[in-house]
């Protein structure tokens, strides 16, 4: 039904056509949202995981995501791909971008999730809030990785409980300066803790040159410097995959084809390499 769409939700394979993409579309009211027809009634094509809740959003009306004044534009480009953008997303929110090629639309995504940095304006997340995102040219992920099996792919991928395709992306990855920084004496070398704190959303943090077990609450608001904010990312991910149980899952080859099942790769398809798969079983 529709009102379990935000905790857990299955697409089915549907026996017309349009396949998985028609599945995810399907209808736009009712209990058929999201859902496709099932050439099996019991299996569903794909599973999708329980998100679990979001701290302080206590109904649907309320913004999980903002986008204020956005512009963006790559190094080559003449003027901006995105100019002065402004988008708020909340819990009951099912949003289609629409556009011509190239206005913008995937640099949009990719400015949300964090694989691209604005040049100016801002975006704003909820600190629990997990965003996927399935791009139309996805396989940039398994380029280097085509002589691995998928089984092997998400037990390096995911070892010890972290997606190591974030700390590569534009808005977590460090650069040599920021490193730098973080040795600077008085300077915020490591962020411990998180937690709401007069109504502030406030992280525990240790400072160079401070005693050994020393540490201080600042306001987020505070922590202004390029790679405090990606400390803080890097912490609240870290917190995310702990809530979820990411950080204690088994990583063992039943836990994994169990897993590869949920979104319809077979133990056999688990254990053969990427390169002989589908274009959609790679995207799966």
Not at 132 to 158: C, G, T, V, W
Not at 211 to 229: C, D, H, M, N
Not at 256 to 268: A, K, N, R
């Amino acid at each position: 039904s529709a009102s379990e769409l935000g905790t857990r939700a299955s697409a089915y394979a549907p026996s017309g056509a349009g396949g998985f993409a028609a599945a995810m579309s399907g209808g736009s009211s009712g209990s058929n949202i999201g859902v496709g027809k099932s050439m099996s009634k019991d299996k569903p094509l794909i599973t999708f995981p329980d998100p679990g809740n979001l701290d302080g959003i206590r109904n649907k009306s309320q913004v999980v995501l903002r986008i204020e004044d956005l512009t963006f534009s790559y190094p080559t480009s003449p003027s901006p791909v995105l100019d002065g953008v402004n988008a708020r997303v909340y819990l009951s929110s099912r949003v289609a971008i629409v556009g011509a090629n190239g206005a913008g639309k995937t640099t949009l995504m990719k400015n949300i999730v964090g694989e691209l940095e604005p040049n100016a304006g801002s975006i704003w997340k909820h600190h629990n809030l997990r965003v996927s995102y399935i791009a139309q040219h996805s396989m940039h992920h398994l380029e280097a990785n085509l002589d691995m099996a998928p089984k092997e792919y998400i037990q390096r991928r995911f070892f010890l409980g972290r997606d190591k395709e974030l700390a590569a992306m534009a808005t977590m990855e460090m650069t040599d300066e920021e490193k730098a920084e973080m040795k600077v004496k008085g300077n915020v070398c490591e962020v411990l803790g998180r937690a709401v704190k007069g109504g502030s959303l406030c992280y525990e943090v240790k400072k160079v040159g401070t005693r050994a077990g020393v540490t201080s609450w600042e306001p987020i608001q505070f922590l202004k410097q390029s790679y405090v904010a990606k400390m803080a990312r890097h912490f609240d991910e870290k917190y995310k995959a702990s809530q979820s149980g990411l950080d204690i899952r088994p990583l063992t080859s039943a836990e994994v084809y169990s897993h590869l099942s949920d979104f319809g790769i077979s133990t056999e398809l688990a254990d053969g390499k990427i390169k002989r798969m589908s274009g959609g079983q790679k995207s799966r």
